[in-house]
């Protein structure tokens, strides 16, 4: 019996050694499991992490572009003051005044002379850029136009072209009018982007925003036989929405095609050479298409 008794024991005792065994291999094994998986989902995180990114969709990427515009106007009224004279000239029509194409448009010493776009953009959260811009706008009085006249003229040669409430603009001895060096509006917005098509080396991209700034055009205004006035005058401000579609190749060229609304009111538009209180004011809704090219690239490296 006592010998029975000792085998039993030494069985026992062997059964629980083998049972503690394996749940400690098993622990062992499973915890091996556990590390070998944060290892491996810590490496694809850092590997996603070095991955180059979509354009024009990570913080920290940048793009410039530059490009071509051509521009439509609603009807204005336009007030000039100034020493003996005070009226409004009601439904003026204007026109861009489009550089015809040719070298001029690829000549860095010509840039100016063309309808041009500049933009600089800096994303500052993921696909949200802060961009900064220059659209140079001309716009040109229609000459051969009758329009609305209110107020008085205390020169009489002048007084006398207005006939019956109006003023007939044609031979140019009243008036010409145009900003054409340019409607220049410098200006500052904010562009939500998504991606639309993603291809090996070829992006969709489309953007949405607005944006506000300030008129600083070169007037060209030649009122009742004086001087021409031609100087370049903060005269206002401005504010447009706007929206593109960009096809980015190879992760960095891209071609942008943009169309923008908005408003201009100006309000010191410079009419004289001199210091006098000569000015005029008016205000308007524009309409803008433009298109050119551009680089993006990125601030941070990735493989």
């Given at each position: ?5 000792v ?15 394996n ?5 062992n ?5 556990d ?16 991955e180059k990114p ?23 009224d336009?007030h000039?003051s100034g020493n ?21 448009y ?5 840039f ?21 811009g ?11 136009q009758?329009v609305?006249?209110?107020?008085h ?7 006398g072209?207005?006939?019956n ?7 140019e ?7 054409t ?11 939500k982007?998504?991606?639309l098509?993603h291809?090996?080396?070829?992006d ?15 007037s ?17 401000l401005?504010?447009d ?6 096809l980015?190749?190879w992760?960095?060229w891209m ?44 601030t941070?490296?990735?493989k």
């Amino acid at each position: 019996m006592k010998k029975l008794l000792v085998v039993g024991l030494m069985m026992s005792n062997f059964v629980f050694a083998q049972n503690t065994k394996n749940d400690t291999v098993q622990y062992n094994r499973s915890v091996e499991e556990d590390l070998a998986y944060v290892s491996s989902e810590k490496q694809e995180i850092k590997a996603a992490k070095k991955e180059k990114p979509l354009p024009l969709s990570k913080k920290g990427q940048v793009f410039l572009f530059y490009g071509w515009n051509r521009a439509a106007y609603s009807n204005s009224d336009i007030h000039f003051s100034g020493n003996g004279y005070d009226f409004q000239l009601n439904n003026v029509t204007a026109q861009d005044r489009p550089t015809k194409f040719g070298i001029v448009y690829f000549d860095p010493s010509w840039f100016t002379v063309t309808q041009y776009n500049f933009r600089i953009g800096y994303f500052i959260k993921d696909n949200l850029a802060l961009v900064l811009g220059i659209d140079h706008m001309k716009y040109v009085m229609d000459q051969n136009q009758t329009v609305g006249f209110k107020g008085h003229i205390s020169d009489p040669q002048y007084a006398g072209m207005v006939e019956n409430g109006q003023v007939n603009l044609a031979d140019e001895k009243f008036l010409t009018f145009e900003h054409t060096d340019g409607l220049n509006y410098e200006n500052l917005g904010l562009e939500k982007y998504k991606n639309l098509v993603h291809k090996k080396n070829i992006d969709l991209v489309w953007s949405y925003g607005a944006g506000i700034g300030f008129m600083f055009p070169k007037s060209n205004v030649k009122l009742f036989g004086n001087e021409r006035s031609d100087r370049f005058h903060v005269a206002g401000l401005g504010t447009d929405i706007r929206s593109s579609l960009n096809l980015v190749f190879w992760k960095n060229w891209m071609i942008r095609v943009e169309g923008k609304a908005g408003y201009i009111n100006m309000w010191d538009i410079k009419t004289t050479l001199n210091n006098k209180p000569d000015k005029a004011r008016q205000d308007f809704v524009f309409g803008q298409v433009l298109a050119g090219v551009g680089y993006t690239f990125n601030t941070k490296k990735y493989k």
